[in-house]
């Protein structure tokens, strides 16, 4: 389900995959609706560049997102918890051309 660094402790990879099961949680709950692709009635997660997830941590590279996830509706505690999961979440399949 997650893809963590293979030098990662055992008792660090638990911690953390409880942290990314929470923020799979609370992505389905505040970001799904707007981020997820479907195909064959499945919902995909984007696979995000570390470079966007730091723009959303930092709630300033999309004017949209400061509108839209205001700290009352997402805290940075909670956005934090998001994109570790959306940084660890296994990688969508893509086929080759």
């Known amino acids: ?9 055992p008792e660090v990879k638990g911690e953390y995959t409880k942290l990314c ?6 992505y389905e709950t505040a970001c799904s609706h707007c981020h997820n692709s479907g195909t064959k009635r499945r919902p995909v997660i984007p696979d995000f560049s570390q470079q966007q997830l730091t723009g959303y941590a930092l ?8 509108r839209n996830m205001p700290d009352s509706l997402v805290t940075e505690e909670e956005l ?3 994109v570790i999961f959306l940084t660890y979440k296994n990688k969508n399949k893509t086929k080759a051309k």
């Open 21 to 26: 099961n929470k923020g799979q949680v609370l």
């Open 1 to 9: 389900m997650y893809t963590l660094p293979e030098a990662m402790l």
């Open 59 to 66: 709630r300033v590279s999309n004017r949209q997102h400061e």
């Open 80 to 82: 934090n918890t998001i």
